[in-house]
């Protein structure tokens, strides 16, 4: 799609060098055939070097785009680059493309459902009612039980074990406000990177990136029904347990491990060796190697002192 | 069914006048062919306007059905309602009916199943492993993620998005209960509407009316594997995040904002604009507009002084 | 496969007397055809009557070990138990066995996909997308919605009812750590049993039991979205609501209520007729009869008293 076509679609005026444009990319990784945008000022720094066709930016950063890169400015960036994402998202199930590759000693289940250009590595065993979308790579060894659903472009690593029911590569929960209070989709274009030796458990839902990929590293084992927002890392070798939730672009460090009914904000980080205990609620970003609980997160220990004083301080009021 | 059958089938005394027995209502909306009941007393005032052909009642109120309804008095008019529902409840996949109507230019994944009488609209896209039941009906352009269940009778709207592995129209929790401990199903007779540019995450749950029905209204957007009991309504353009569980008959105003892990107790309101924060729970109604956190919940501005002052104390305790 | 063979594989000394294996079990429940271990000191006492032909126990123990029994010493019994368990595993779909036994007037949807060896009985449904796995069997008059998958080795009652998306026999989350910190799987070897009249709602995730069984009585009902790990025993006519999550070996009695988005710490019991308020947390064993709330758990009036309190303390300081 052509840069002018697409800034007129979605009501920007443009008037710089016009161009082919394939694609939504960060400030950081957008390639010169990618439109980016500035929506958080803490961005800023990486708006100097982009290498972006084009930038949606408010007029106040509008100075800030770099030459050779078109500034498209408006009032409400992130609403417009929700409109522009519509235009590269792919279609939910593409009609051409080659049929799965399936590598020596797999196990498909009859009636399991491909998308297309699938590949899938070598005694792989994959349960009856699953769906594994376009461009899936399912890695060596690994097992998916039924009625597993991986979206298209998702990687999955050898020796994983996904359990039945669970979605992998489902849309971040991504919207832009308009003022009158509706929301409009930011396609989510990005994928889920599933590394070697991870299990995930039954009925989890793990999302998309926004642009780039989710990821679970290397040996993370994940319980039942966890939420993983889009954007985030888990790193290697944490233990995620049941009905925790991530919220988006939450990174964490390996050998983190979270309690039951854990949950965490958004765009924080975790630090390696870190343990959440059950019902803890990661406010903000923390150290590792340290033991938390409550909600607000504390310090484990300061958590047993604040329920004994509670204790102490009920009983001497009644 | 005849209701003399009907009562004699569950136990009831009944020596008013007969007549042919369609289903069941509430005091409000029954028919003169449908059944009703008294359960809440809070009901007592529909009591006195209801069309309904025959009510359940304890013998308290048993004078203060209106003439022309059957009162059918008994001890325990909730567990006789539950054993009567048993007789509406419509059989899981029926036999008989219409193939599908598919719109033009819908795409329709081989394998996804489809129950009598239902109708798809235009430009939709069921992906494989959907089961769509009897009697739904599906708007135009809608896109359906691998592996969602939509159970009888229920209508999604125009231009909305439900990921993989989303339940709608499940049974709704809805139990009597016996003298003995037991618990009698009652069958959930009503539907979920789905409105207009809705979209639902990957592995919800929303149920089917007890007997209305549980309504997401025009463009909300649900996250992943959140929780609708029976009989709830989500207003316009609610956002509504990952886990969250609204408990039944819960009524969220438009606009709405529900954070991660957030809940409700059941049959309350929240007013429009009001915004949860993540983990909080929602005890009584509350008014719109406002911030709230906690559980118990109260006002955010409340909630951060009732840490801050947790915290001071637990220094000075130390 | 020869104890001998096993030792050598999991690279653990053995000089004992050798002979054929079949699978592992409890230190209570071991057949002398079984392997056995001790991880948990608490559980000694049922070392001197094992009947087990052999049990991974660390240097510590190994004199405790019973004539008769093999005593297989090792630094890390728990490691090496799970590296034993692969052995013992099932493959994921067995290629040979007898198709399922459908009993009289059962309905089963087309493309229901069946493993080995499974026996359905009368009057039962099966709906589209369900999976269900080798040697699975099925009560009388049982309706299970689509989507459904039950893993191999369940055994459902009669008249139960199972929402769509729910899973019924994922392993559970048992992992052994190394002193790298990675986790090697114990392979779940047991199941889930259902009893009769059980009903379970949607997208739930039911573990199978580690060695034994995961339990859930007569007349239990689950909501939607409940997590219940491996070992746990639901009592008869439980109510478990929403979001509901119970870590491992979790016992509670009968007619236990937990209220939604409650949860349980592991290895913990649950008196007859507790119930524990929305959200509470049940962080150790309590008596039934009582009613519950917070967390950490206390009594609800209690709970009240706190939240009371707080109210005050906090009109007060400001």
């Known amino acids: 799609m052509r840069l002018g076509e697409l800034a007129r679609a ?3 005026a443009f008037d710089g060098e016009d161009g082919e444009i394939e694609g939504i990319g960060t400030l950081k990784h957008a390639t010169a055939k990618q439109l980016s945008f500035l929506e958080n000022p803490k961005y800023l720094k990486d708006l100097a070097a982009t290498k972006a066709a084009a930038v949606l930016v408010s007029p ?18 992130y609403l417009k680059l929700a409109m522009a994402s519509a235009f590269f998202a792919p279609e939910p199930m593409r009609s051409e493309g080659k049929e799965p590759a399936i ?6 289940a009859e009636g399991v459902a491909f998308g297309k250009d699938v590949t899938v590595g070598r005694n792989v065993t994959i349960m009856p009612g699953c769906y594994i979308g376009d461009d899936v790579t399912i890695g060596d060894g690994t097992l ?5 659903t991986i979206y298209h472009g998702c990687t999955i690593g050898a020796r994983c074990i996904i359990h039945a029911g669970t979605v992998i590569g489902s849309d971040g929960y991504g919207f832009a406000h308009t003022k009158e209070g509706k929301h409009v989709k930011l396609h989510q274009l990005g994928n889920v990177v599933v590394e070697d030796d991870v299990e995930i458990g039954a009925n989890c839902a793990i999302d998309r990136g926004t642009i780039d990929s989710t990821v679970i590293k290397e040996g993370a084992k994940l319980d039942n029904l966890v939420h993983v927002a889009h954007n985030c890392e888990i790193g290697e070798y944490s233990l995620i347990t049941g009905q925790v939730g991530l919220s988006g672009s939450t990174k964490l460090g390996r050998n983190v491990v979270m309690g039951g009914q854990s949950g965490t904000a958004g765009h924080l980080e975790i630090g390696p060796f870190a343990t959440i205990a059950a019902r803890g609620g990661v406010t903000k970003s923390i150290e590792g190697g340290r033991v938390y609980a409550g909600f607000p997160l504390m310090e484990h220990k300061k958590w047993l002192r604040l329920n004994a004083m509670l204790s102490r301080l009920l009983e001497k009021k009644n």
């Open 10 to 12: 979605i009501g920007v």
């Open 60 to 77: 106040k950063y509008a100075d800030a785009v770099p030459e050779g890169t078109v500034a498209l400015v408006d009032e409400e960036p």
């Open 103 to 108: 590598g020596e000693g797999s196990v498909v």
């Open 144 to 148: 998916i039980h039924p009625n597993v």
